[in-house]
């Protein structure tokens, strides 16, 4: 009997511990803004997946790149058709973890900072990068927001020299994710 | 044996429990269990494919203005310039009213031509959930021809003015580098000049793209007349045009045997021949802009 209550109690603590361990969003944002004298470009992604795991600090993003909006629709298309190819790489992915996942209490409001690194594959290309990044933690969930540059040439996306003076090299990414406990 | 029983119990409960996700796990979250239908897009670059139009509808809440300008016959010789020294064109606003509906007014030189016209796309191209393999859309115009009428003494009616295309136009991308199109034609005129001329004008046209970069495409548009007496007295349409693409642009730049540029004018007037050098260049620009920003488009 005494057994039984502590196999019981064990199989509580471990569901206890099982939940509240993963964190999801299938509606992260993600924008990105390069700005020349000749044209601003600017595209908006809501429907951007985020999972974190706070117990080990893995921290993944699939983004699909068709669901970036532009506000001309024919740049939206040559986004797709000409630059990111989309119908090859359907999705940029990030695989990594956080870094200094012990400095960051999960389990406690407040807003921490936070080093993030893994692989980034854009365009079919994947690097290796270490962003900075904050969490900010509050009963409703984890938040987690970042910026970071890009540069295109390091994902093999051409500009043609006609348009070299439109389109910058280097992108502002703006991440703005509302990471919800996965209940299961 | 019980309490050999209860650790092995134990060690599965531990193994099951001990939540160690790896980042394939994470990435499996994402998984969608519905499928979800995909549009093709750009089957062609722009709404036209050289001078007949193409399955693309201007985007929602975007005004498109077109100049499509052309010169005369490169044979003409250096007298006129090879051709230079003449100019047809056509100014043109086309508006997208929803993603499968669209309209369009323009004034093209030739016949000092008022048209309007509206494209209506029906199925689109699409994979997924649903499974549609062509994308199939009609077009209609109407063109008023407003010369001066030189015999007063005429009983002329407004109705004579008048011009029409009903188009139906079924594209197909088969891939990132080919697109084809079928365009069943049929313009009427109220009035033709002779008695002998048709009012109905029967054409099948076709046309493709071919992707030659990321940012040119190479264009292909013929227009075959069917047997009758416009089929008799003038010549199948046929252009080629080379496409670039430069950011929120599009640059038509084409040759072609044509003179008209509206389809009551080429389909059914050209004499031009390609083996007699009868060709002329022109180009087609076009200037987006967003009148309504797309939803999802703002901080």
Redesign the interface.
């Known amino acids: 009997m005494k057994?039984l209550s502590v196999?019981m109690s064990?199989?509580i603590l471990?569901?206890f511990?099982?939940f509240g361990?993963?964190y999801?969003t299938?509606t992260g944002h993600i924008?990105f803004y390069s700005k020349t004298p000749f044209?601003t470009i600017?595209?908006?992604n809501?429907q951007v997946?985020c999972?974190?795991?706070v117990?080990?600090g893995?921290f993944?993003f699939?983004v699909l790149m068709?669901s970036f909006?532009?506000?001309?629709?024919?740049?939206q298309?040559?986004f797709?058709?000409?630059?990111v190819?989309s119908?090859?790489f359907p999705n940029a992915?990030f695989?990594g973890k956080i870094d200094n996942v012990k400095e960051i209490a999960f389990n406690k409001a407040g807003t921490y900072n936070a080093k993030v690194s893994g692989t980034l594959t854009i365009h079919g290309v994947s690097r290796t990068v270490h962003e900075n990044g904050t969490f900010i933690v509050s009963d409703k969930g984890i938040a987690a927001q970042s910026k970071f540059l890009i540069k295109l040439s390091e994902y093999n996306i051409?500009i043609?020299e006609?348009?070299a003076r439109?389109?910058a090299n280097e992108f502002n990414i703006f991440v703005d994710v509302d990471l919800k406990s996965?209940k299961k | 044996m019980k309490n050999f029983s209860?650790a092995v119990?134990?060690f599965f409960?531990?193994l099951s429990?001990s939540?160690?996700?790896?980042?394939n796990d994470?990435?499996n979250?994402?998984n969608e269990k519905k499928p979800v239908t995909?549009y093709t897009?750009?089957t062609f670059k722009t709404t036209r494919i050289v001078l007949g139009q193409s399955v693309e509808n201007?985007?929602?809440g975007?005004l498109i203005f077109v100049i499509q300008h052309h010169f005369g016959y490169l044979n003409q010789g250096a007298y006129e310039f090879f051709g230079l020294d003449q100019a047809s064109i056509r100014l043109g606003f086309e508006y997208g009213i929803t993603p499968w509906l669209s309209i369009g007014v323009g004034r093209a030189s030739f016949e000092k031509t008022y048209d309007g016209s509206v494209k209506v796309k029906i199925f689109r191209q699409s994979k997924g959930k649903t499974n549609m393999p062509i994308t199939f859309s009609y077009f209609g115009n109407v063109g008023i021809n407003t010369l001066k009428i030189s015999d007063k003494t005429l009983n002329y009616y407004f109705t004579n003015r008048l011009t029409f295309v009903n188009q139906l136009l079924i594209a197909r991308k088969f891939n990132?580098t080919v697109s084809l199109q079928l365009t069943p034609t049929l313009v009427h005129r109220n009035l033709v000049k002779k008695r002998i001329d048709e009012n109905n004008v029967w054409s099948l046209g076709a046309g493709g793209r071919f992707k030659l970069?990321?940012?040119t495409s190479l264009n292909l548009e013929y227009y075959y007349l069917l047997p009758g007496q416009t089929a008799n007295d003038y010549r199948n349409s046929f252009s080629v045009s080379f496409d670039?693409?430069?950011?929120?642009?599009?640059f038509q730049l084409y040759v072609s045997n044509s003179q008209g540029i509206l389809g009551q004018h080429f389909i059914t007037g050209t004499i031009g021949n390609w083996l007699k050098g009868d060709i002329l260049f022109g180009f087609n620009l076009t200037r987006?802009f967003?009148v309504k920003?797309?939803?999802?488009?703002?901080?």
């Open positions: 057994r196999l064990l199989i471990l569901a511990n099982a361990q993963r999801l299938k924008y044209e600017e595209a908006h809501r997946n999972a974190l795991d117990k080990s893995m993944v699939k068709r909006i532009f506000e001309k629709a024919l740049m298309e040559h797709n058709e000409d630059y190819e119908d090859k992915t695989i051409d043609p006609i348009v439109e389109i996965l | 209860f119990v134990l409960l531990l429990g939540k160690v996700f790896s980042q994470l990435m979250l994402f995909e897009i750009a201007p985007a929602p975007n990132r970069t990321n940012h670039i693409e430069t950011g929120g642009h599009v987006t967003v920003k797309p939803k999802g488009f703002n901080k």
